[in-house]
């Protein structure tokens, strides 16, 4: 069986990236397999002040290096590869991607949340043209420039304060008038004068010809509409959408067993399915931060330990 992996995991944000370093530091022949880019969601995240025993000034990316670095170091394997499919069925499963195919005695799926879209005219045309789901990424081109930040989330909140650091002037656009964001981060973002609210409003259109140049907002109480314009001088704005994430399972769709599009698993990140467990966002939970991940993800490999000693 040398050609098998003990365990493989699909998704290298911080769940994937704790069981590739429990898997491996466990002596398990460990393969880590991402798709896009090391470290999920993170980052897009410009500071990561909660994840206890962070450095001072950690950033998404910062911390990933040292999350794929640890995980590197006591030997897990990572490997850029897009998986098309995956067979559960047997007691060895298979992971099928673009060039190979892969096999484990275990599987943990970490494959995370993507960012939700608006879905109004003009979103996709001007993604990238204006329209950014990351502001760590597109912060910079907005230097003393308008942007509007839409959603009434901790993710929203938060980058509308980082944002505030280059842009001129910051719009939140959220569609009620009370918050999802935890009261600290309501506080901080009313208390900065270069954010400024507009409340029970949502965006129907996003305009431009070539780069964005205006937005339709929708009154949600009156149903009015109008249109803000980019300043003149300025001749575009940012528009930074942070509405929440999509949990990505459309791979494991009648494979394991999902609630509302998310993987269910017990206390022990065991899934339906023998061999087979589930680690960080893309997992039904209650809350999903850079420190439940990587908790999901260490106790994952650490059952699948178990599990491959049991059954093997
Ligand atoms: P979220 O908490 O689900 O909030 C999404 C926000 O977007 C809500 O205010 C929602 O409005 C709004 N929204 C959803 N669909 C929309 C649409 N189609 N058009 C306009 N607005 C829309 O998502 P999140 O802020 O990304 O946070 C996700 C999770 O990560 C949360 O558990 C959050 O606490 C956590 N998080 C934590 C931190 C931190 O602790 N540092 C940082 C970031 C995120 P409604 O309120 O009207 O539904």
Redo the contacts with the bound molecule.
Sequence with gaps: MDNIYDLIIIGAGPGGLAAGLYGARAKMKTLVLEKEKMGGQIVS?SE???YPGSVENATGPSLTKRFTEQAEKFGAEIKMANVKEVNFDGKIKEVVCDNETYKAKSIVIATGAS?????CPGEKEFTGKGVSYCATCDADFFEDFEVIV??????????AIYLTKFARKVYL????D?????NT?IENTKANDKIEMWLNK??IEIKGDGILESVVLKDTVTGETSEYFADEDDGTMGVF?????NPQTELFKDKVELRNGYIVTDEEMRTNIDGVFAAG?VREK????VVTAAADGAIAAVNAEKYINENF
Excluded at 173 to 176: A, L, P, S, T
Excluded at 286 to 289: D, G, N, P, V
């Design positions: 995240t990561v002040e909660n960012p939700k879209k608006i879905g839409v959603g009434g989330g901790d993710s929203a909140l938060e980058e656009v959220h569609r009620r009370t918050f999802k964001a935890c981060v949502e965006i959408i942070f509405i929440g994430f966002d209650s809350l999903r931060q």
